[in-house]
Structures are given as C-alpha cells and as structure tokens.
C-alpha cells in the first residue's frame, strides 16, 4: 500500500526539477483528491493542501514552502525561503525538525524504494510514514501555537543499495496546527521545553548512541566542538563521522580502545581526556542511557578544556618556576656562590642542630684560615684567589665524611663542623696534609698552606658561639706559632688572647696619652772610629716596666697604631736630635719605618714635610724597612722609596737575612744599606769561626754599591770579626744600650771610646 506520504513524495520531487503533470486515475488510499480522470499539477495538489508543507535542505534551510505556510505562520514565501527552518519552531523545540531527519535517514537504510515512471532517472524518492511528532511553532509576530509535524525523506540522486550510495537528501515536513484539540499536559510541555533548552544551552558536547552503535541524537555543541559537517550527520554514516573524528586526534588508537572497552561493559561510566592534533584538549565523559532500568544506549559528554588546561600548564610551569627559584634562592640563603660550599648561616643552623644532640654526641669545630692569602691576591689578581678557594674548598670536602658541614665564613676563612667524629685531631692533620700538595693557578705553582684552630664539645663549652669562639683562638695560636698547623684549643691560649686584646687596648691608651717614648742607639763607624748614625727606637714604659718592642710592635702593626707611633718617633727623633745633626753633616738619624706605614699613599709626603718643618736635612734621614714591605713587588710602596731617596733620604734593608727576597733582587731594590740580622753575628763567638756567608753578605753589598751595618753586636770578639771582614757600621750593646734623649750623650761617649778601643787593639796589617 502506497502512503500519502510517498505520493506527496513523489509529487514534490519531481516539482523541484521540472514542472509535470500526473494523471491519477484513482486517489491514494486514505487521501482526498479529485475524481478520476481529472489531471492536477504538482503545485496545484501542493498549495491546496491544508498543512504547512515545507521542504528543507541537510543544512535546515528551507527551500520550498506552500500557501498555507504562509497563512500558519505570518510569513511571506519569498521570506521563507532561504531562512532556516528553525525560525518557524519555539524554543526547545528547534531541532525537533533535524532529529526527524536523522530518524528519516536511519529507517532509509531498508528502504522500500518506489519510482514511478513519471520520475526523472536520476532522481528517487524514499519515504516512509513517521509517527508524527509533538511540537510548538511560533508565528511571525511571536506568538506560540500547538502543532503536529510529519516528515519524509526526499533523496536526488541514485540508490544503489540499502543504506549506502545517497545523493543529495532534502525532507518534506507537513506542520498542522493542533490547538484545536484538547490542550496537552502543561508539564510534559515545560518538561520537554527544559530538556531541550538544558541541552542545547549547555557548554559540553552531547552525543547519544545506542546500544547497536548507532547515533541516536546530538546537539549543536557537540557539531560545533568537533567542526562535524551537518551533511555527514544527515547521512547516519557512522563510520564515516568515527573517522572523521579519529582523524584529528593525537591518539586515535587509545580513543577507539576505550570505546571499545566501554561497550563491552554497558554499565560502566568513564572520564578521560582527548588531546588533539591542533593543541585543543576535550574532557570526555560517558554514562550509560537507561530506561526502566535498562541500558539502550550511551551519552558521551565533550567539554572543551584547551583554555582551562593551558592556564594549568601555565600555573604548573609558574609553580615549576617558582619552586626552580626557591631553590636557588635556599641555595644563595645557604649556599657559598663561589665555592659552592655551606655558608655561615647554614653552618650555625646545623652546629645548633648539632648540639641540641642528646648528651654524649661529639661534636668538633674546626676553624681554619689560609697563610698569607693576601699575597696571592696581590701577585697574580682576584681571579687566582677565586681559583685558589675553589680548590681549597674542593681539598677540604675530601678530607670528610659526606654528612659533615664544610663552610666558607668569608675570605679566605672556612670552618667544618664534625658529629659524631671518633677522631677529629685525624681529621685536621688529614686537612693540613692535604694543602701542603702544590696548587698550579694560570701556570704558576703556589704551596697554599693553613692555620686551624680544633675546638670539641665538654661541659664548659656547650655553646654555639663560645665553640667557634675557642676554635678561632686555636687557629690564631696556630698562625702565631709558625703557621701551616693546627692546634687544639687549651684554655691557656684564651689567656694568650686576652693578654694581647689588654696588650693592645693599653697601647691605644699609651699612644692617646702621649706614653710612646723614643730612645736612641748609637752607631758606629769602623772606618772613622766615631759615632756617625743614632737610631731612635719607640719605647713602651707601662707600669713602670719596659715593654719589650718584640711584643707591643706587632700588636700596633696589627691594630694600625704603628702608624701614629711611626709619626711620633719621627718627629721626636728630627726635634731632639736637630742640634746634633747640625754640628756634622756627615752624621743621620735612622727610623723604623713599617710595610703598614708605606701602604698609605701620603708616606713619602709626610716624611719630608716633618723634616722641613724640624729644620733637618732629608740627606741626613735614613728610613730603615725590612724585607717583607718588597714581597708583593708594590709598585706604590717601590714608588714612594724611590721618591724619597731622589728627595735625598737614604733606605737601609733591616734584619737582612731572615726573609725570603733572593740576593740577586738587591739590585732592583731602592736600599742603600745592608743591615745583617742579630741572628748572623750571634754566631761569632771567639772571632776565629770561619763564616763564609757573613764574609758573602759583605762582600755581596759592597759589590752593589752597598754600605753594611752590623747590629747584635755585643762582644769585641764579634766586633773585631766584623772589623776584619769590612763591615762598615756596627750596632750593640758592646757600644752603648739605646738610652732617651737625656742620657744620649753618655750613649755617645761611651760608643766612642769602644770604638777607638777597638781600632787601637788592632794589629796593623791583619785584616
């Protein structure tokens, strides 16, 4: 039996590509017509129809209205045309129209297709009845009414088989307008109604399928998100809009796996994400469909979280960021940023964690600083010193164990802090040995060596800073007792400490009270037989008792005073001595003058505006300095020298032999006298010792140009050998004990007569 809806069909097919007529000799069962025999256009069948019949494309748009479109709806034809269909629907009711389509498509894959020979050949008509469904139409100006709509499927092109080989698809909608008829349930309505709404107003994709895999339902999220082309969801090609998905993932094999695995567990849910080709990220989730508790299908759930996952990756990578810089941050708060070593403040963290201990854990603190560090900085640049510490620091982490603290504190000054250590002397003597090896810094070999200073936990010494405390002391009883050791700390070695912290807060006094005095100290001429040179010496007199020089000196070069003491007895001595310098101007006075003098820049200028301002001559100063000031070749201490001596002033080289300059250099240095240590006369004893490097000394200076003095001298047996051997100066006790500046004149006399004694005791012609 042929339907009214395959007639109408058939009609409208064949209207929308050529107008004919059809002689129906009889009406189609169930449908009013006119009598047989009588011939009616297409359109004429058409426009009489009391139904909105409408013929819309695969996209929705509509191509063909009738009259009584027009008249349901308020609208003109030509305004209908070409509008999508969905204008004409109330809203949650707009793809009521698309899914009859896709239920046309779905039933077409058996169609029962008739052609009638009136039909052009390459078009067909594939229609079957529907049960017509619900819906609400809305009019042109606004209003909603009640309506009934009915639908088959038009199909241009040729059918080759069932379900496959479709041209291109249009459906015929027919819309009669039910308001007549009893009002339906309001609720079922506003259920429908909030259904639609809530799925086509949501943000996720949905996709429903059923049990058999076929797509049972979309909405146009869903057709958005996955850029799906509605002419392919029109066709119900399954397959074909799989691989059109498949084809823009990363990972197509994984989605068809879990596709799979979810179809084969109906009741399962799931939750994953989709990563695609193009950088976008859905979430997908899947539930089953059930009705009366059973499962007909499933609903997928795409949400788009490309933005959501891109300000995650952002947040994940600025937590990455921050938790990179936090730690380097906790490593600059506990880190040394040259040696890479532990810094102070993690080393007085882990020392208090350290002795937070239950009693009974050793723990040893051993503070160490570098031997003439500075001298490494000043001959080969920062650069080797940075090198030099870099190398210590990796020496040091050597000689421990791995949980044991290494620090640098500063400079060239480092700490290691051991727990639980059975033999911590075997540790420092380990750290000592391992600095006596050479180091080689941009090709110049250097002995790096250390004082340390060893201090353990008891139960006197249970404080943080009072155990660095003792180590500190330790290590500068090391440094004093010859460097390149370590000591352990005694408690004697604080009263070592604060007998010289008292030594030098007394001489900070003894300076600002004017107590330095000055003392003076012939010296003799051997080849003239008279006193020729006075050295003025700073004398310390505190309590009544002389401070030994060997004590107070090194403390004011230490505490910088030697520069206020060097000024004064410079001053006195040109002030006192001023009238004796003027009777002979043969005759000069000698000062010491310390490296920590030189280092100021106004040294030179200092010294002649003193000499100017007392009256003396330049020529008749002598600045006595030792070897050490040239061990760093300064070229400002060198400058200054060199000024001095053009200004007339003459430089003696004193304590010769007891530093480490090679002879070969004294003719680079700006020296005009030799002065042979104490230590060197001290081995004359009877006078008839045979003393080659005495006789070498002498000979040497004078082979530079160089006058020698001798000092120490005490004996006449020691004297008479000097005599013998040429020296040209000598300086002792045997002529007179340095004296103040009352008693200088006896000091000369009695020098004389020594002097002429001993030149008169000499035997002609044994020299």
């Known amino acids: 039996m042929i339907s009214r809806w395959e007639v109408l069909s058939d009609w409208l097919v064949s209207d929308v590509h050529g107008v004919g007529r059809v002689s129906t000799p009889s009406s189609p069962e169930g449908v009013p017509g006119p ?25 929705g748009t509509i191509r063909m209205v009738n009259a009584a479109a027009e008249r349901m ?7 209908l ?18 899914g009859l389509f896709f239920n046309l498509r779905r039933d077409a894959a058996h169609p029962q297709v008739h052609t009638p020979a009136t039909l052009d050949d390459d078009a067909a008509a594939a229609g079957t009845d529907t049960a017509p469904v619900e819906a609400y139409g809305r009019r042109r100006d606004g209003t909603e009414f009640q309506a009934e709509v009915a639908g088959a499927l038009l199909v241009t092109g040729a059918v080759t088989g069932a379900g496959s080989g479709y ?30 709404a809530t799925l086509e107003s949501t943000a996720d994709g949905i996709l429903v399928v059923s049990s058999a895999g076929e797509i049972a339902g979309v909405n146009n999220q869903f057709v958005s998100m996955w850029g799906i082309p509605r002419e392919l969801l029109a066709r119900r090609d399954d397959a074909a809009i799989m691989a059109f998905v498949l084809d823009q993932l990363q990972d197509p094999a994984r989605f068809v796996e879990k596709v799979e695995a979810l179809y084969a567990d109906p009741g399962a849910e799931s939750r994953d994400a989709l990563h695609f080709r193009d950088g976008r990220t859905f979430e997908r989730y899947s539930r089953p469909q059930k009705v009366a508790d059973e499962v007909v299908g499933r609903v997928w759930s795409f949400r788009d979280v490309t933005a959501a996952k891109v300000a995650q990756d952002r947040i994940s990578k600025a937590m990455a960021d921050l938790a990179e810089q936090s730690a380097q941050l906790k490593a600059l708060a506990f880190q040394d940023g040259l040696t890479g070593l532990s810094n102070r403040q993690l080393f007085s963290d882990r020392l208090a964690a350290a002795l937070a201990e239950p009693s009974g854990t050793a723990v040893d603190v051993l503070l160490l600083d570098l031997d003439d560090f500075k001298e490494v900085n000043d001959i080969l640049g920062h650069h080797a010193g940075d090198q030099m510490l870099i190398e210590v620091g990796r020496r040091l982490r050597t000689c421990v164990r791995p949980g044991d603290v290494v620090a640098r504190l500063g400079g060239d000054e480092f700490v290691v802090l051991l727990i639980g250590s059975l033999d911590p002397d075997a540790v420092a003597a380990r750290i000592v040995d391992s600095l006596r090896v050479p180091v080689w810094i941009d090709g110049t070999m250097l002995r790096p060596s250390l004082s340390l200073g060893l201090a353990s936990i008891s139960e006197d010494a249970v404080d943080a800073s009072e155990l660095l405390r003792r180590a500190d002391v330790a290590m500068y009883a090391a440094k004093a007792a010859g460097k390149n050791r370590y000591l352990r700390f005694r408690p004697e070695m604080m009263e070592a400490l604060v007998d010289r912290n008292n030594l030098e807060a007394g001489l900070r006094l003894a300076v600002d009270n004017g107590q330095i005095a000055v003392h003076y100290q012939p010296i003799v001429s051997t080849a003239l037989g008279k006193v020729v040179k006075v050295e003025a010496l700073a004398r310390w007199i505190r309590d009544g008792a002389l401070v030994p020089p060997k004590h107070f000196i090194p403390a004011a070069e230490r505490s910088g005073l030697i520069v206020e003491i060097g000024t004064e007895v410079l001053l006195r001595g040109c002030t006192e001595l001023k009238a004796w310098l003027q009777e002979d101007a043969s005759r000069s006075l000698a000062v010491n003058v310390s490296g920590v003098q030189l280092q100021h820049g106004d040294f030179a200028e200092l010294v002649l505006a003193v000499t100017e301002s007392c009256g003396v001559d330049p020529r008749q100063l002598v600045l006595e300095v030792t070897e050490s000031v040239f061990f ?16 007339g002033v003459r430089v003696a080289l004193d304590d010769f032999g007891t530093g480490y300059s090679s002879l070969g250099r004294l003719q680079d ?13 001290a081995m004359i004893n009877t006078g008839t010792e045979q003393l080659p490097i005495l006789s070498a000394m002498i000979d040497m200076a004078h082979g530079l140009g160089l006058t020698v003095t001798a000092e120490g001298v005490e004996t006449a047996a020691q004297a008479g050998h000097l005599m013998d051997l040429n020296c040209d100066s000598l300086q002792g006790f045997l002529f007179a004990r340095p004296q103040p500046e009352t008693g200088l004149q006896p000091a ?11 030149r008169g005791d000499r035997v002609p012609g044994n020299r």
Do not use: W
């Not at 309505?189 to 259904?195: C, E, G, K, N």
């Not at 240095?669 to 006369?681: R, Y």
């Open 669 to 681: 240095l700006p020296v005009d006298t030799l002065k042979i240590d104490q230590s060197f006369v």
């Open 73 to 79: 709806f308020g609208y003109l034809r030509d305004e």
């Open 167 to 196: 041209g291109t698809a249009s459906m015929l909608a027919a819309i009669r307008d039910t308001s007549h008829r009893p009002a339906t349930d309001d609720g079922l309505r506003a259920a429908m109604s909030l259904l639609s």
């Open 81 to 98: 045309v070409g509008s999508d269909h969905r204008l004409l629907l109330a809203e949650g009711f707009q793809n009521g129209l698309q």
């Open 35 to 59: 009598a047989a025999g009588t011939v009616l256009s297409y359109s004429e069948l058409v426009e009489s129809s009391p139904d909105a019949l409408l013929v819309v494309a695969e996209d």
């Open 748 to 758: 000369l006399d009695q020098a004389a007569r020594a002097i002429s004694t001993l």
């Open 632 to 647: 760093d070749d300064d070229c400002h201490v060198i400058k200054q020298l060199v000024s001095l001596r053009t200004a």
